[in-house]
């Protein structure tokens, strides 16, 4: 009886079968069958499954390999937002409202490490910080409100007097308002509501966003981008408040917060921590009091002990490699934002200051 036997596994025999054996028409399953002389072709391809483990795509048998599927072409859709649902929670303690701040973003300047698309990168990564640690506290106690409190200097603005410089900005003022912060701020809030009940955001000026010493404070690039950013999210149910003036006090768990840019008490070198207590301590006579005061401006963040009834958190920039940091505080600012937690009867309880770029995470040994 002749034998009934595949070519060795390396050899060309082999890896010619092995190649085309898959989409191979019946025809050349025939030849096959006859030049290694196995009885039929069933017998054949038993062989070659057992030993090379090869299966086949059974296909008509027109001597022709069948043709690749194209992509299928998805219709986008916009996107929907979810109603606020209550999640189930572990945490049975009191309910807090949870604070972001946001400032110095300088939407528009350019750095040795900072431009228009790493903004959008460390917003991105500010996002999933952010909720990551509302979701760590949500096990202790609910935490389905948050407040987002904007400082100012949201836009680099386009003043050759405050550093926008031919190299130093990507874009105009109204490009960096219209194109660059307002997209990026509508997606950051806009896909909050997803994650909490409510939220109300609270808008200062900063001082990046005049466009001359000679025009009103209200002429400011910040405020055109808050009352953009304003019509924008009343649409999905949030409440906003810009100030006219250098300041605004936002109420939350019953508790004022003093809100202000920073750029009221000049600096001559670094943070001008005796003038900035003395000025807050002036203000907490002058508008009645309240326990916290927040600010920026320094690119830098600090938490500092006012007074016995009085703290001021500092919070820092988005920018890195900041000319303004490096000449007038001496140091690169960290890109972080910071959040924390307020509770109806004792006030600020945690505080993180997150860092938005991995490269500036404290190096190890």
Known sequence: MPSRKLPLDNSPEAREIKKEYEFAPRSKLEEWTEKYRFADVSSFVSQVNKKWNLRRKWIPDSGFRAPDKPDPILKLLSVKIKPYAPIKLKGKGDPETQVLLFNDHHAGEITSSYNPKVYH????????????????????YPVNDLAIILLGDMVHGENPKQGAKIGTVSCGAQEQVYDIALPELTNFVISLKEHFKSIKLYAVRGNHGRYSRYA???????????KALKNVVKTHGMEMSISDDFNLIATIQGFRFFCFHGDQIRSVQGIPYFALIRKVMSWNTTFQGFPYALCGHWHKDDFLRISSETKLIINSSLVSDDPYALE??????????????????VGLTWYYSLVADSAFYPKKE
């Open 216 to 226: 009103p404070p209200t002429s400011n690039w910040d405020i055109m981008l808050y």
């Open 328 to 345: 007038v505080i001496g140091t690169s600012s960290i890109p972080a934002q910071a959040i924390f937690g307020v509770h109806n009867r």
């Open 121 to 140: 990168q460390r917003m991105d990564n500010l996002y999933k910080g952010m909720l990551g640690i509302t979701y760590l506290h949500r096990n202790m």
